[in-house]
Nanobody, 124 residues
Framework: QVQLVESGGGLVQAGGSLRLSCEAS????????VGWFRQAPGKEREFVAG????????TYKDSVKGRFTISKDNAKNTVYLQMNSLKSEDTAVYYC?????????????????WGQGTQVTVSS
């Protein structure tokens, strides 16, 4: 069992930055790939970024490439999502999710463990 807790959300002006954290407890975190998803009101949950268990492989949604960076500190059982140059369309609840073996990063049902989410609001 893995428990995930997100933090770091908030209100920021367009062009600003936020760093989200996803802290895990439970089993050995280095064995788990982690994905960040987001869900805006009235929209489906969408994949934002993912990182492999060891942290050596990352993948991103096209619209956040060059602006967002995902990283993993297994010693601290924490995954980060650094978000720069934020836009109003980045406004959503952001969730982290974990799975031991990922074959399809972008599909929410592929992940067994989810956090409760953290709100990110970007004002224009």
């Amino acid at each position: 069992q893995v428990q995930l807790v997100e933090s770091g959300g908030g209100l920021v002006q367009a062009g600003g930055s936020l760093r989200l954290s996803c802290e895990a407890s439970g089993r050995t975190f280095s064995r788990y790939a982690v994905g960040w998803f987001r869900q805006a009101p009235g929209k489906e949950r969408e994949f934002v970024a993912g990182i492999s268990g060891g942290g050596g492989s990352t993948t991103y949604k096209d619209s956040v490439k060059g602006r967002f960076t995902i990283s993993k500190d297994n010693a601290k059982n924490t995954v980060y999502l650094q978000m720069n140059s934020l836009k109003s369309e980045d406004t959503a609840v952001y969730y982290c999710a974990a799975e031991s073996t990922i074959t399809t990063w972008s599909k929410p049902p592929r992940y067994s463990y989810w956090g409760q989410g953290t709100q990110v609001t970007v004002s224009s």
